[in-house]
C-alpha cells in the first residue's frame, strides 16, 4: 500500500483525480473460471481511454478465490500506470473484511464500500455501524456508497442518512463518498456538510459534471459504467476541472444520443435494484472491451437493447464496428 491508515485522506485528497470505470470480471467460454487474458485486456484499455482507474466488480458470481485473483490480475497488468478499487459487495461484513485483507496484499487502491443485502437498519447509528466496523478492521481507504438501493428512505428521505456518513468521515481511512440520492438539493446538502472533513465528494452521474465540477470542486468521479461514452467521461472531467466548459459541453452534448439511450434502457429494470451486467458489458464490448460471457445471475440481454445501444453510440460519434452481435458473447479473447 501506497499510504499509511492514518494519512488516508490527504493522500487521497493528493491522488484522487479523475474518473473511475468499472471492470466486470470477464469468463472462460464453459464459465467454469475466469479469463485472464480478457481481463488484462480490459485494464489496457481503460488505461487506453483515458480512466484513473477502475472498480473491480464483484457482483459477478464469481467465487472468493477468483474475485481475489481478479484484483491481482488487474493489478499485475496495470503495473502502476493505473487504479483499482475492491469492491466491497459481499454477503456479510465479515466477509468484506476478509477479501478488503487480501486486496491489502495485492495492492489493492481502495474499496467502494456496499451495504449487504442483509443489512436492514433501523436508524442512522446502525447505518454508521457497518461502515464503522469494516473501516476499523482494514487499512485500505474507504469511499462510502450512499444509493436509493439500500433502501433507507425509511431512515432518511435522501435515501441515505447524512448523519451516518458525516460522523464516518471521522474514521482515518474513510476518503470518499460515492453519492446518487435525493437529487440535486440532496446533493447540495450533503456536500455542505460534508465539505470541511476532508472527505471527496464524488457524484458519479455524468450529467452532473458541470454542476458538480464548477460548484462543488469535485475532483474524483467513481464509480460507475463510464465506458458506455469512451474515453468522453475522462476527457469532458479534465476540461471542466481545467475550467474549460464551452469545450467540455461541446463534449455534454454530443453524446447526448447514447445518453439518452442508457437512461431509457436502464428504466426497463426500474424496481430490480440490480445493475443489467449484460447490458455494460455490451456497451463496454461496443468501445472495445473483451465481452464474452457472464455466469448466472445476470439480466438477458435483447436484440432491441443491442441495437438501441448501438445506434445511439453511432449518433453519438463513436467509431463502432460493424459486428455481429453474437460475437458479443463469444468476445475478443475467448478462453
Known amino acids: 500500500m501506497q499510504y499509511r ?60 478465490e477468483e474475485y481475489i485473483r481478479f484484483m491481482e490480475i488487474c493489478v499485475d497488468e496495470s503495473a502502476g500506470r493505473h487504479n483499482i478499487m475492491m469492491h466491497g459487495s459481499f454477503d456479510t461484513a465479515d466477509d468484506i473484511v476478509r477479501i478488503a485483507q487480501a486486496a491489502e496484499s495485492a495492492g489493492i487502491e481502495g474499496m467502494l464500500l456496499s451495504h449487504p443485502n442483509s443489512h436492514y437498519p433501523t436508524n442512522a447509528d446502525q447505518v454508521y455501524d457497518l461502515i464503522e466496523f469494516v473501516a476499523t478492521r482494514t487499512n ?3 469511499c462510502t456508497f450512499a444509493a436509493p438501493h439500500w433502501n433507507f428512505q425509511r431512515i432518511e428521505p435522501s435515501g441515505y442518512p447524512t448523519s451516518a456518513l458525516v460522523k464516518s468521515a471521522q474514521l482515518d481511512n474513510i476518503v470518499a463518498c460515492k453519492y446518487e440520492v435525493g437529487g440535486i438539493s440532496s446533493h447540495y446538502e450533503f456536500w455542505k456538510a460534508n465539505r470541511n472533513t476532508g472527505v471527496l465528494y464524488s457524484d458519479p452521474m455524468v450529467e452532473h459534471f458541470p454542476i458538480s465540477i464548477e460548484l462543488f470542486g469535485q475532483q474524483w468521479a467513481g464509480t460507475s459504467g463510464f ?14 476541472r481545467e475550467g474549460d466548459y464551452d469545450a467540455a459541453m ?22 430490480a435494484n440490480y445493475i443489467h451486467r449484460y447490458l455494460w458489458a455490451f456497451w463496454a464490448w ?29 449518433k453519438s460519434g463513436f467509431d463502432i464496428a460493424d459486428e ?10 475467448p478462453a
Not at 436484440?303 to 445511439?312: E, I, K, V, W
Request: include cysteine; charge should be neutral.
Open 140 to 142: 485500505l481507504a474507504i
Open 250 to 271: 461541446e463534449l455534454f452534448w454530443r453524446i447526448h444520443p447514447a445518453r439518452a439511450m442508457r437512461g431509457t434502457l436502464s428504466s426497463q429494470h426500474d424496481g
Open 286 to 314: 461496443l468501445h472495445g472491451y473483451s465481452g464474452g460471457p457472464l455466469r448466472q445471475p445476470a439480466m438477458k440481454l435483447t436484440d432491441g437493447q443491442m441495437l438501441a445501444s448501438r445506434n445511439a453510440m453511432i
Open 324 to 333: 455481429g452481435f453474437d460475437e458479443f458473447f463469444v468476445g475478443r479473447c
Open 227 to 240: 465506458e458506455c461514452f469512451g474515453g468522453v467521461p475522462p476527457k469532458m472531467f479534465a476540461l471542466l
Open 5 to 64: 491508515k492514518a494519512d488516508a485522506k490527504a493522500w487521497a485528497k493528493d491522488n484522487w483525480h479523475g474518473v473511475c470505470n468499472v471492470i466486470i470480471p470477464s469468463f472462460t467460454e464453459n464459465l467454469k473460471d475466469i479469463n485472464e487474458a480478457a481481463i488484462r485486456h480490459d485494464v489496457r484499455r481503460n488505461i487506453e481511454l483515458g480512466y484513473w482507474g477502475a472498480l473491480a466488480v464483484s457482483e459477478a458470481a464469481t467465487t472468493d
